[in-house]
């Protein structure tokens, strides 16, 4: 789904023109959360779903038989992990990212930090292989599947007979992942009329949001962002897309995250360098911290200590209703 559109875009930028708090949001573009689609080629099903959520919390998807997907993708700490880096095999080996959370990421068009996966099923199939992270071996994790009676007859009644592959796999997991989604926030109520849904300081924060700090212009539509990539300016060697397309104007440069539920997984950037989003609009508020291939968006915005607190309680607003997923009872082995 494509959340950039020419009129958020027209928006944003006669906001960001605007005098301070001259064009309130709630007077330009307001785009709620749409239904969630699935491709062609994985449509729901509340059985895959079911079969999806198991896989997710399922240890025995890694080598070790120690880490899950939830492992660095955790409900409890907003679908992340609260590191700044996640912990990976057998305990011992660190990854190299920041662990985005799962929330909302059915939304967004490409996966990673670099974007190199163009869906969640793509995704999915990273981590359970990378040494760093699940370190399994695909044929062995097939192996392991299917001498499991309850996988063997689940995967039978979604996908078919002798359907235990890497593919359906992946598309079990990215078809639960789907169903993570922030719903019904506080900013989404004050948009609905509801003018008592968020406080004075938050709604200073949200036109402060559209207006001189100039956020909407990467963190556009109706999951906040733009699905784009950015150098803002963080002290890194992280090649970042430059990985994945060898484009000097993507050197340095991450995927903009989507802002729901954000105040749920800390720390941020790319590296988790920045612990709260306090230290997040700290930093942008000083124009990033380095300079070389900075996106022209980031410079120093001028903001207050309170304009900067205001912000804060309007990224407290984007956050929904509680996302409530039972941890699964698993197959056992036999």
Known sequence: MKVVHTAVLLATVL????????????????????????????????DKEDLGRMLYFDPRLSGSNWISC???????LGWSDGLSMPIGHDFNRKGLRNSPTVINSGYFEVQFWDGRAPSLEEQAKGPIQADIEMNQNVDELIKELKAIPGYVRRFDKVFGKNSINLDNIVKAIATFERSVVSKNAPYDKYMKGDKKAMSKSAVNGMNLFFGKAKCSICHNGPAFTDSKFHNIGVKSSDPGRYQVTKEGSDKGAFKTPGLRHISRSAPYMHDGSEKTLKEVIEFYNRGGDAKENISPFITPLDLSKQEVNDLVEFMKALEGEPINVAVPELPPDN
Do not use: Q, V
């Open 70 to 76: 939830a492992t660095c993708h955790n409900p409890g």
């Open 15 to 46: 906001l960001w023109a605007a005098p301070p708090l001259a064009i309130h949001a709630e007077e330009s573009f307001y785009e709620p959360l749409p239904k969630m689609t699935h491709p062609k080629d994985n449509p729901w099903s509340k």
